[in-house]
């Protein structure tokens, strides 16, 4: 799992975290931010799971989902602030995977 490293202010130490739950707790995120920040995480991963399997290129994989390669070359380095879900869903689908959504009552 990689860390999350918040800079608070420029004359502060860096807080290293090593969960989401405590990143929200750091930064002050909602219940809710957190559960997006989970999905979104799992969809990167799965991903970056996938065209390594396949062992694609990122322009492969872009040609394949209708997108530019900048975005596949973000997804792929972790950098998914700019990226929307839509866009990850739409690359998995691309790249044969079928997502499948749940529901259930929050916690």
């Known amino acids: 799992m990689c860390d ?56 492969k994989v872009a040609e394949m989902s209708d997108t530019y390669s900048t975005n596949v070359v973000a997804i792929l380095n972790q950098h998914i602030h700019d990226i929307p879900t839509t866009l990850m869903l739409r690359i998995l689908v691309s790249l044969g995977v079928r997502a499948k959504t749940h529901f259930k009552p929050a916690d």
């Open 4 to 59: 999350t490293v918040c800079m608070m202010m420029k004359n502060e130490k860096a807080i290293v975290t090593r969960s989401v739950s405590r990143f929200a707790e750091v930064m002050g995120l909602s219940p809710l931010n957190v559960r997006e920040i989970k999905i979104r995480k799992k969809l990167n991963y799965k991903i970056i799971e996938v065209v390594k399997h396949k062992k694609l290129s990122t322009l």
